[in-house]
């Protein structure tokens, strides 16, 4: 069992950035691979980065290449996703999701989710 406590969405205007924080359970959390989806409002939950156990993988959305960075500190537990060059469109409820075992971009292989962090981006 894992449980995830995201931290660190806010308000920010276009071009800022913002560095969400994903903070799991469990002393095996170096064994999931973890990601970040996001939902805006009436919109299906939708995938934005993923990052396998070993770090040795990550995966982007089309939508963030180049802008979003999901990183993890298996030794803190950890998992991070900094946001640059933020866009109105990138306002939405970001979660944090895990996996055991290899690392997956659809929502329906992730077994553990937090709560969401509420990012909004001013125009």
């Known amino acids: 069992q894992v449980q995830l406590v995201e931290s660190g969405g806010g308000l920010v205007q276009a071009g800022g950035s913002l560095r969400l924080s994903c903070a799991a359970s469990g002393r095996t959390f170096s064994s999931y691979a973890m990601g970040w989806f996001r939902q805006a409002p009436g919109k299906e939950r939708d995938f934005v980065a993923a990052?396998?156990?070993?770090?040795?993988?990550?995966y982007y959305a089309d939508s963030v290449k180049g802008r979003f960075t999901i990183s993890r500190d298996n030794a803190k537990n950890t998992v991070y996703l900094q946001m640059n060059s933020l866009k109105p469109e990138d306002t939405a409820v970001y979660y944090c999701?895990?996996?055991?075992?290899?690392?997956?971009?659809?929502?329906?292989?992730?077994?553990?989710w937090g709560q969401g962090t509420q990012v909004t981006v001013s125009s």
């Open positions: 990052i396998s156990w070993s770090v040795g993988s990550r």
């Open positions: 999701a895990a996996r055991r075992g290899v690392v997956r971009t659809t929502r329906n292989e992730f077994d553990y």
